[in-house]
């Protein structure tokens, strides 16, 4: 129990995008085991080739994200999810992070389903596995919301938008090619997604508005628990009392901040900032 206890301890640690991550790893470690035992059970939560056999299991719209083919696969799209999901955070609250997340799922299903319904032969597809529609729906967002802003890959800096102008060629060549045409295809789906509400969110406007409640429904999976933060608050310290309302009354006023400049970023977009706003907001992100 003490390890059971240990490893729910380190995910109520987490915050929403990695208690994402390690629900997606989790779930597609498990799936390798189905597969391994039981193989036709794997093919339940794949999404299948096809309108009618995808109404017969509608739930394959959202689990073929938790399942990857193998390790590469995987390790590929966390790294990007990782990278982009905090850089995301650092503007954005959870719940828009998880309902672009998803929003990038459903998209990548759509474009898939279509390609395969209109081009059968042409993408000749035995089904979709992974998550890399929701990925690259939050990565081309960050990519197409802050164009410019230069980060370093390895041993030289390059700006976003050159790595969403990669991800789109890769993904149109894949087509094109006829490699991997069907998971190529989710690929573009979540960049249209992506890229439409990052342009969106730039004018102030939220297109994810009407999928609000479901994002909340679905931040709360992934959101730190409160029981361990209650209890911190109601243990007593006699000494320095001053100082300790002095930090905590700080803390809040920084948080109350924060959420001041993040509504702002949804009302107005990014650019409305005032340069000190920007400076606070990056501070923040890196505390």
């Known amino acids: 129990m003490g390890f059971i206890d240990d490893i729910k301890a380190k995910y109520a640690a987490q915050n929403s995008l990695g208690r994402l991550i390690v629900v997606i790893v989790a779930l597609t470690l498990l799936s390798w085991v189905i597969q391994y035992v039981y193989s036709p059970a794997y093919y339940w939560f794949n999404l299948p080739p096809g309108l009618f056999e995808t109404l017969l299991q509608p739930w394959s719209i959202v689990t073929y994200s938790f399942l990857h083919s193998d390790v590469f696969h995987l390790f590929w799209n966390m790294i990007l999810l990782f990278s982009f999901g905090q850089i995301m955070l650092n503007l954005f609250k959870s719940r828009q992070l998880i309902t672009l997340f998803f929003a990038g799922v459903l998209s990548g299903a759509v474009f898939y389903l279509l390609g395969e319904s209109?081009?059968?032969s042409y993408v000749n597809s035995a089904g979709l596995v992974g998550a890399s529609a929701?990925?690259?729906?939050?990565?081309?967002f960050v990519c197409a919301y802050q164009p410019d802003t230069e980060v370093r890959l390895i041993f030289f800096n390059v700006k976003l938008k050159y790595i969403g102008y990669f991800l789109l060629v890769i993904s149109?060549?894949?087509?094109?090619?006829?490699?991997?045409?069907?998971?190529?295809?989710a690929h573009l789906g979540g960049i249209a997604i992506g890229f439409y509400t990052a342009i969106k969110m730039k004018d102030g406007i939220d297109i994810l508005k009407n999928l609000a409640s479901t994002g909340d429904y679905l931040a709360s999976l992934f959101k730190p628990s409160t029981?361990?933060?209650?209890?911190?608050k109601m243990k007593t310290v006699y000494r320095n009392k001053g100082a300790q309302k002095k930090t905590t009354t700080a803390k809040s006023d920084q948080q109350a901040r924060i959420d001041a400049i993040l509504d702002k970023i949804s009302e107005s977009g990014y650019e409305s900032l005032t340069k000190a706003e920007k400076d606070f907001l990056f501070k923040a992100g890196k505390d």
């Open 118 to 120: 209109l081009f059968s």
């Open 134 to 140: 929701g990925v690259y729906a939050v990565t081309i």
């Open 172 to 185: 149109l060549a894949g087509v094109f090619a006829r490699d991997n045409v069907g998971g190529n295809l």
């Open 227 to 232: 029981k361990k933060e209650k209890k911190a």
